[in-house]
């Protein structure tokens, strides 16, 4: 019954920024992790950013300072804002979700996917 329906992304130029947003439709049992990963053809999936039971995010590497996760829970929304976007960004964007978690820790695995939103940097 749960589903993750994901919006936004789109195209822009290096060093522009874009949103990503992640509604959940059902019920998640608490406490629940939540995920942002991304894949592209050429790299396995990656973490982009995990967040904990009580909402607190931790970021890879090479997205700190420029991305900002944050959960709006009165509208069951997850939403994940990127500035100075890189065209190393592009990629497949996924949200996701795991219940009975407090803590996913980098290699946690989930349960419930998005279906992926598409994020294009180029000039």
């Known amino acids: 019954q749960v589903q993750l329906v994901q919006s936004g992304g789109g195209s822009v130029q290096p060093g522009g920024s874009l949103s990503l947003s992640c509604v959940t439709a059902?019920?998640?049992?608490?406490?629940?992790?939540m995920a942002w990963f991304r894949q592209t053809p050429e790299k396995e999936r990656e973490g982009v950013v995990i967040i904990d039971s009580g909402g607190a995010a931790e970021y890879v590497h090479s997205v700190k300072g420029r991305f900002t996760a944050s959960k709006d829970n009165a509208k069951n929304t997850l939403s994940l804002q990127m500035n100075s976007l890189q065209p190393e960004d592009s990629a497949m964007y996924y949200c996701?979700?795991?219940?009975?978690?407090?803590?996913?820790?980098?290699?946690?695995?989930?349960?419930?996917w998005g279906q992926g939103t598409q994020v294009t940097v180029s000039s």
């Open positions: 996701a979700a795991r219940p009975y978690c407090y803590y996913p820790g980098w290699a946690g695995s989930y349960t419930y």
């Open positions: 059902g019920y998640i049992p608490s406490p629940y992790c």
